[in-house]
């Protein structure tokens, strides 16, 4: 990579804005995921002649440096249980391809207003539900754990492959409602499974050259650095703290959908 030429193609506020809400989605996807809501934006404000795959391909390779360090935080700390992880994440790593192949060929604005009526209510549900994440409800047996894993990991997966703001968060609830986990657990689950849709959907879009590799490693950089802090700050403040951040990110997530929707 010529560093002069990237240097005069891009200029230096451009690159430090960049740098900057890297390491904010990198921090918030640590914590509860949905870092894409800012990295996405970001890009196609500040690159408004890529394309939407290259927009995509490039956040994707930020977000999985950033997601793999978290995971790796995670899993020093987290016990899984490996036949469980790996079913839902074969799932979900199979979904993100496919959802992947479509995106060039559908237009992922069309989603936007199904998926904001989902949010708002998971905000309710979240709100509502004191208890959420905090007390395990009723241990559900491991076979039907990966029966509904499997499924979330292909829903969430394609979902990701195919749009990807929010996959993090989506995965954290999914954890915590169907499979009864605890937010701190869920966190960690959802790291590596979404660690496996970010690969999956980046063999899709670097065969197609869909990403600009400057900008993905001056992002990815700083997205791992905000990833290190706030899977520490999440692992040490523990499920209350998650709980809350979840609610604060989601409620962002809904105003930006908003904006987008009724614009």
Do not use: H, W
Not at 144 to 171: E, H, K, N
Not at 234 to 256: D, E, P, Q, T, Y
């Amino acid at each position: 990579m010529d560093i002069s030429g990237f240097l005069s193609e891009y200029n230096l506020l451009t690159l430090l804005i960049l740098a900057v809400l890297a390491f904010m989605a990198g921090f918030i996807d640590a914590v509860v995921g949905g870092g894409g809501l800012i990295q996405i934006p970001a890009l196609l404000v500040t690159l408004p002649n890529a394309s939407l795959p290259t927009i995509f391909g490039t956040n994707k390779i930020a977000a999985l440096s950033g997601t793999s360090m978290a995971a790796f935080q995670y899993a020093r700390r987290i016990r899984f249980n490996i036949k469980l992880l790996l079913v839902i994440s074969i799932a979900s790593f199979i979904a993100s391809y496919f959802g992947a192949k479509i995106v060039s060929i559908i237009n992922p604005a069309t989603l936007k207003p199904i998926i904001l009526i989902i949010l708002i209510a998971i905000a309710i549900y979240t709100f509502l539900k004191k208890d959420l994440g905090k007390v395990a409800p009723k241990q559900l047996s491991l076979y039907r754990q990966m029966i509904f894993g499997a499924a979330i990991g292909l829903v969430i997966g394609f979902y990701d492959g195919f749009f990807g703001p929010g996959t993090g968060s989506f995965f954290v609830l999914a954890f915590v409602v169907v499979l009864g986990f605890e937010f701190v657990q869920a966190s960690a689950y959802a790291k590596i499974v979404n660690c496996m849709t970010n690969i999956s959907a980046l063999i899709v879009f670097i065969r197609q050259g869909n990403f600009i590799l400057g900008i993905a490693i001056l992002m990815a950089v700083f997205n791992i650095s905000g990833s290190i802090i706030g899977s520490k700050m999440a692992l040490k403040r523990g499920n209350s703290f998650i709980r809350i951040f979840f609610l604060i990110i989601v409620s962002i997530m809904i105003m930006r959908y908003g904006y987008d929707v009724f614009k």
